[in-house]
Nanobody
């Protein structure tokens, strides 16, 4: 079955960096695009970044452009989210996700807290 396991979250001061990882299993990872979403307290889950199946095309929500980078290692079945210049408004639970056969799959999420 599809499994997505995030790691790398934590607490960091404004301006700091974190690198999130998502280990995938149970499907042909190199055949599917991947996404990172986030959900802040009291807010709806939002799409942060997406990457194509072979990792050549990435898209970002405007609020993270120039600060976050999504990447995909098909040899390791892992997708990453490098987050630089973090701001308090980036505080949220971050989820990796993929969609197939009209269904979206989610990991359990990893907490990112940006605070001084």
């Amino acid at each position: 079955q599809v499994q997505l396991v995030e790691s790398g979250g934590g607490s960091v001061q404004p301006g700091g960096s974190l690198r999130l990882s998502c280990a995938a299993s149970g499907f042909s990872f190199s055949s599917y695009g991947m996404s990172w979403f986030r959900q802040a307290p009291g807010k709806e889950r939002e799409l942060v970044a997406t990457i194509s199946a072979i990792g050549t095309t990435a898209n970002y929500v405007d609020s993270v452009k120039g600060r976050f980078t999504i990447s995909k290692d098909n040899a390791k079945n892992t997708v990453y989210l490098q987050m630089n210049s973090l701001k308090p408004e980036d505080t949220a639970v971050y989820y990796c996700s993929t969609a197939m056969v009209a269904r979206r799959f989610w990991g359990q999420g990893t907490q990112v807290t940006v605070s001084s």
